[in-house]
């Protein structure tokens, strides 16, 4: 008998495939224009970005992580004050805090949608906040909302990190509309991913987005050799800005095609036991970065589905707070549980726009196979 084929987590070659004469076309563009720092497409994919999101500025960057990190400094946070985030991220939103010297406090997060939990934001707000730091995570939308309005009665702006949420809504708003600012990474595996590093800030605010071009490009003011504030190089390359337009110019249909293939795996995981299939909010979109399910079981679970081949990932195994590296902020164990419990339990399960519908089948297939054994229930 042959052995089936294996199903990656995701594959980057199937989405390229599909743009691969537009993308071609770009470079060749890019590259016979001479203009590989800055130039055009840089601003055209900003406008197009700004436009997608609805916002009317943006500022395009190095990576994500710098995104939020001159952000942040865009707000003038520093030593002495602090940011209010969540623990259940990528290291990068923890780091971008530390890294201005600011200090990180971690909030929990709902159980149902893995984000910010408005609940218990007041608590953590003292005199010393500066900034609530929301995480889109797996691109469904924190509660804007709800966040926002604790954060205005503080007097504190909201920054989405919105690394994982390219199109995501909340009701009727677009992530990157959702707060003061937002900070995106397009990271090649990000559901709009450049060949390469790349980020994006956006905002309504044409005063905060000209402070964080002016700090990712050396601290210029008016002439390009009057460097009046500290600042890096953090621009992006136009190769990578032409073909992120071209893939722009996809991304509703990318990010449908991975909503259909979110409810499919709800269908087909409807009703297995011990698993938690994730399910939008009511007046939330997901842009369905990850297709996160939860397991009691999740390690024998992963490795039920390596051994057959399936590639499955741990979107985060240990949250932020209890990373060496964030020592500083003074996490510890059990400070914040629900947060703690999701990063036993989570489980991505191979998720991208091309995933053939008969791989989904399949893994879908396993993950009940492997519940029902699990419980009995298939005996
Ligand atoms: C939630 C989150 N924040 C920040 C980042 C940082 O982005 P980058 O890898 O582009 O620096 C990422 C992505 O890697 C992310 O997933």
Redesign the pocket.
Known sequence: MNEPRPIPLIDLTAQLSRVRTEIDAAVERVLTSGAFVGGPDVGALEREFAAFCGVSHACAVA??????QLALRAYGIGPGDEVVTVAN??I??GE?ILLVGARPVFVDVEERTHTLDPERLEAAITPRTKLVLP???YGHPADADAVGAIAARHGVPVLE?A??AHGASWRGRRAGALGHAA?F???PT?NLGACG???MVTSDDAEFVARVRQVANHGAGTHRYDNVVLGTNSRLDSLQAAILRVKLARLERWNAERAERAALYAKALAGAPGIVTPREREGARSAWHLYTIRSPRRDALAEHLRVRGIGSAIHYPKPIHLQASMAAAGGRPGDLPVCERLAREVLCLPLYAELPLEDLARVAAEVRAFAEAATGAGA
């Open positions: 990576n994500g992580t710098d995104a939020l991220t990528f990068a939103t971008a995480v889109h995570l990190d690394a994982q900070a990474s397009f990271y990000k590093d790349a980020g």
